[in-house]
């Protein structure tokens, strides 16, 4: 049973660059999440899809975005990188509004703009 | 929304103690997690307790919910614990999860 996974693992990027993340979640669930994590902080949530729609968002600019595909995997695209937008980014995966409905986190994707 | 503090921040134990990390949360909640976050990066779940007491090896945790508090208990402590732990909760129906500050634990052999 394959968890959550992510690409790529680490990359780095220059400002004003975009960059494409890229997230499967585990077999059988729906929704996927992302979340940014700066150092030395908990994690912050971006947005969450669910059947291709982006169902909710924090509180993070509109150069976030992100896709759905129907095989439930998801892209998170930053545009016009920042220096501040260096962090972990994770991507959690759930089945979509199931009570006792755990979720499951990815090893993330390490992003340094330089 | 809802506000979500844990405690201690930083946290020093020679293998073998005992600890007690503890999450306060401002408002009712549907989930309630708690995560090891390894150097590496992965959060990995150790418990989905929203309330009552799980017990898994050395590790269990305690929610009580009208309280709005969680426990979590390690013992017998070994090096592999060091991490940072992670409580996150779940305030509607939608499955974002909102995170505590984390506790910094350091296992000294």
């Known amino acids: 049973d394959a968890g959550v996974t992510q690409s790529p693992t680490h990359l780095i990027k220059t400002r004003g660059q975009q960059v494409t993340l890229r997230c499967s979640p585990k077999?059988?669930?729906?929704?996927v999440s992302w979340y940014q994590q700066a150092l030395g902080q908990g994690p912050q949530f971006i947005f969450q899809y669910y059947e291709e729609e982006e169902r909710q968002r924090g509180n993070f600019p509109d150069r976030f975005s992100g896709h759905q595909f129907p095989n439930y995997s998801s892209e998170l695209n930053v545009n016009a990188l920042l220096l501040g937008d260096s962090a972990l980014y994770l991507c959690a995966s759930s089945l979509h509004r199931l009570i006792g409905n755990t979720i499951y986190f990815g090893e993330g994707s390490w992003l340094t703009v330089v | 929304g809802i506000q979500v503090e844990q405690s201690p921040p930083d946290l020093i134990l020679q293998e073998g103690a005992n600890s007690t990390l503890r999450c306060n949360f401002s408002d009712s909640v549907n989930n309630l997690q708690w995560f090891h976050q390894n150097p590496w990066g992965q959060l990995i779940n150790l418990f989905y307790i929203p309330s009552g007491t799980k017990q898994n090896g050395r590790l269990s945790a305690t929610t009580v919910a009208t309280e709005r508090y969680s426990l979590l208990y390690i013992s017998s402590s070994q090096t592999t614990d060091s991490g940072v732990y992670f409580c996150?909760?779940?305030?509607?129906?939608?499955?974002?999860?909102?995170f505590g500050q984390g506790t910094e634990l350091s296992v000294k052999p």
């Open positions: 077999s059988g669930h729906d929704t």
């Open positions: 996150a909760v779940e305030a509607n129906q939608g499955g974002k999860l909102i």
